[in-house]
């Protein structure tokens, strides 16, 4: 895609998006109250999977800052001492990398100086964000998951890096899944990711990596998706846009207002959903409390 194509894209879609309060909200306005009832009325079978992947402490080609965890107590000394003790520990991590499951706030992505709904950048370090952090979603995200399957579509394990997901993979994908995403629900596209890193080895993702093609985006933005989700990091490497190296985060989040979930682990689900015949689930996503922030770590849930 040319980069004049893709800037007329964005506007296209901008200018589609909603307006007042629901504006404010993003794409999650499309998750109405009615919705997420029927979400949780769907559930037939009582089977949960977690779709975040486990978190590394050792650095990789992916990975090269991985998280970092610490046993802080009991000390030898402690443990020798009889009575009470407790183990405790610490946690440090990078939120946004290429190697864990994580939420994307709305302010995550700035574009042409601005964070989405034409807030200005300086506005985030000022503090004065307009309410477009992590606590916009502090009530979690539940609804209605749809999980599109494109390798199964193409019958391969993965998508290897490089290749674009299109709108015509993700319409062929729901005809061949029985399947139609439709106004509020949570969208998930497999491209094998963790398979292949699995039975293949970890490599350099922020170089070479299978995601969605930006005029996929359109789609999301007819059908009303809420929340878009995959295990890779919804983009591909390299970017199919000349000069702009995230153009659907930029598209998703920065003109649509839509939450991103990156670095899913998606086996499990794809799996299950097969064995069920049933690709719609109820899905619960609940990020940390961190007011300000521009993401969390998440371990999101179906439940069938």
Do not use: K
Request: proline share 7%; with cysteine.
């Amino acid at each position: 895609m040319a980069e004049e194509a893709f800037r007329s894209l964005y506007v296209h879609l901008r200018h589609g998006a909603r307006t007042g309060e629901e504006r404010r909200r993003g794409a999650i306005a499309h998750l109405t109250p009615e919705r997420v009832a029927a979400a949780a009325a769907s559930v037939r079978h009582g089977r949960t999977v977690s779709l975040a992947a486990p978190i590394g402490t050792r650095p990789g080609p992916d990975d090269p800052q991985p998280a970092v965890h610490h046993l802080t107590a009991p000390s030898a000394q402690d443990t020798r001492a009889p009575g009470l003790h407790f183990a405790l520990d610490r946690f440090a991590m990078n939120v946004h990398g290429n190697a864990h499951t994580h939420l994307d706030a709305l302010c995550h992505v700035i574009f042409d100086g601005e964070l989405y709904g034409g807030v200005p950048e300086g506005a985030l370090r000022a503090g004065s964000d307009r309410g477009i952090t992590l606590d916009l979603v502090r009530g979690g995200i539940v609804g209605r998951g749809v999980l599109l399957d494109v390798p199964r579509l193409h019958g391969v394990p993965w998508l290897e890096p490089g290749d674009c997901v299109d709108a015509d993979d993700l319409t062929a994908a729901e005809a061949a899944q029985g399947i139609r995403t439709g106004p509020g629900d949570l969208l998930f596209v497999r491209v094998g990711h963790w398979r292949r890193r699995r039975e293949t080895g970890p490599w350099d993702v922020a170089r070479a990596r299978a995601g969605l093609h930006p005029d996929a985006v359109r789609l999301l933005a007819e059908r009303h998706v809420a929340v878009l989700g995959s295990d890779g990091n919804n983009d591909t490497a390299p970017s199919p846009v000349a000069g702009v190296a995230f153009p659907v985060h930029v598209l998703t989040m920065h003109a649509l207002g839509m939450h991103l979930l990156d670095y899913l682990d998606l086996e499990e689900l794809a799996h299950l959903c097969a064995e069920l015949g049933r690709w719609h689930f109820l899905c619960t996503v609940a990020p940390l409390r961190l007011p300000a922030a521009t993401g969390s770590p998440v371990n999101p849930i179906a439940l069938l």
